[in-house]
């Protein structure tokens, strides 16, 4: 089975343009639940429901520990198993059964071709008892999807209060992995929740553990810049009241303050001056025309008369 975790590491395919908040509008974009719900003909869907009704569940106190049943291995076009179907259909019943049948099976880590878990769907769906259901039955909170996200971080993108509740309580060993882990858009989920506005959330994800002055992969931003990019002033206050550091540069060497100049909200200036120390209140000198000029060795100018053509 190919499962992926979430990594350590730097990620290159992060998305400057996503990243660049200075230009770009907030873009809502739904997780992709069931790619084959839609393409389901009615005949089709029928016929899939009385497959799932015919399963004989045994008691899963008698089966060994590790055993696949041949539907476990039943897939659609798009990679999805019963359990997966049951979770979007909300089949509540046919999927409990089937999360007893197969505790602690790597069955219930199965990612389809969008590299979704049940774990993620039960999120997605917004059923967070299904969610409790699954870590105690085994499900790794810690696999992410084709973006890279783990269940919590989309919980956090939903503003799903009962979701996060549930993947927070449970399984707590993976806890802080998950709250350092970026996404392949070089998000973690304390950034998730700040530029989606989610204020309760950043605060539990902070006492939780999240480190606050975690900066983004791609630019280096912390929560605080961001939430100076959305020009969110509560936002900011309940940042800097958790601890956020307002001297935090940037790969480009920019304060949160910086990033007021320009803006219309000038009482986030004014706190971020305030606060911001005074040898970094001015604007980072950037390397000008002239010095680059300057720096041009004779080497480099010994070319500037070639002719072409005689011209």
């Known amino acids: 089975m190919d499962v992926h975790r979430a990594s350590m590491m730097n990620y290159g395919d992060c998305d400057v343009d996503e990243m660049d908040m200075k230009n770009r509008k907030m873009q809502h974009c739904e997780e992709r639940v069931d790619?084959?719900?839609?393409?389901?003909?009615?005949?089709?869907?029928?016929?899939?429901?009385?497959?799932?009704?015919?399963?004989?569940?045994?008691?899963?106190?008698?089966?060994?520990?590790?055993?696949?049943?041949?539907?476990?291995?039943?897939?659609?076009?798009?990679?999805?198993t019963y359990l997966h179907l049951a979770i979007i259909h909300e089949a509540e019943e046919y999927a409990v059964q089937i999360i007893k049948q197969c505790q602690n099976d790597s069955?219930?880590?199965?990612?389809?071709?969008?590299?979704?878990?049940?774990?993620?769907?039960?999120?997605?769906?917004?059923?967070?008892?299904?969610?409790?259901?699954?870590?105690?039955?085994?499900c790794d909170p810690r696999l992410v999807d084709q973006n890279g996200n783990t269940a919590l971080h989309i919980a956090c993108k939903?503003?799903?209060?009962?979701?996060?509740?549930?993947?927070?309580?449970?399984?707590?060993?993976?806890?802080?992995?998950?709250?350092?882990?970026?996404?392949?858009?070089?998000?973690?989920?304390?950034?998730?929740?700040?530029?989606?506005?989610?204020?309760?959330?950043?605060?539990?994800?902070?006492?939780?553990?999240?480190?606050?002055?975690?900066?983004e992969q791609c630019s280096g931003r912390t929560s605080l810049h961001l939430a100076v990019d959305l020009q969110n002033l509560d936002l900011v206050h309940t940042l800097i009241s958790l601890g956020a550091d307002v001297n935090s540069l940037t790969y480009g060497g920019y304060t949160p303050y910086h990033l007021t100049f320009g803006r219309q909200n000038s009482e986030i200036q004014r706190q971020l001056y305030?606060?911001?120390?005074?040898?970094?209140?001015?604007?980072?000198?950037?390397?000008?025309?002239e010095s680059d000029e300057e720096s041009m060795s004779d080497e480099d100018c010994m070319y500037d008369d070639i002719q072409f053509c005689g011209r």
């Open 35 to 80: 790619s084959g719900v839609d393409s389901l003909k009615e005949d089709e869907y029928r016929k899939l429901v009385e497959e799932i009704e015919i399963l004989r569940f045994e008691d899963p106190t008698v089966i060994p520990k590790g055993t696949c049943e041949a539907w476990t291995q039943e897939v659609t076009e798009d990679g999805d």
């Open 107 to 138: 069955f219930l880590n199965r990612q389809n071709n969008q590299r979704q878990t049940a774990l993620h769907l039960a999120v997605i769906m917004e059923q967070p008892h299904m969610v409790d259901r699954l870590l105690k039955a085994g």
């Open 158 to 215: 939903r503003g799903s209060l009962a979701c996060f509740s549930v993947l927070t309580q449970i399984q707590t060993q993976h806890l802080q992995a998950i709250l350092s882990f970026p996404n392949y858009s070089g998000h973690t989920c304390l950034h998730i929740a700040a530029i989606n506005n989610y204020l309760s959330m950043v605060e539990s994800l902070v006492q939780l553990g999240a480190d606050v002055n975690t900066k």
């Open 274 to 289: 305030d606060r911001t120390a005074q040898e970094l209140r001015a604007m980072p000198e950037s390397e000008s025309e």
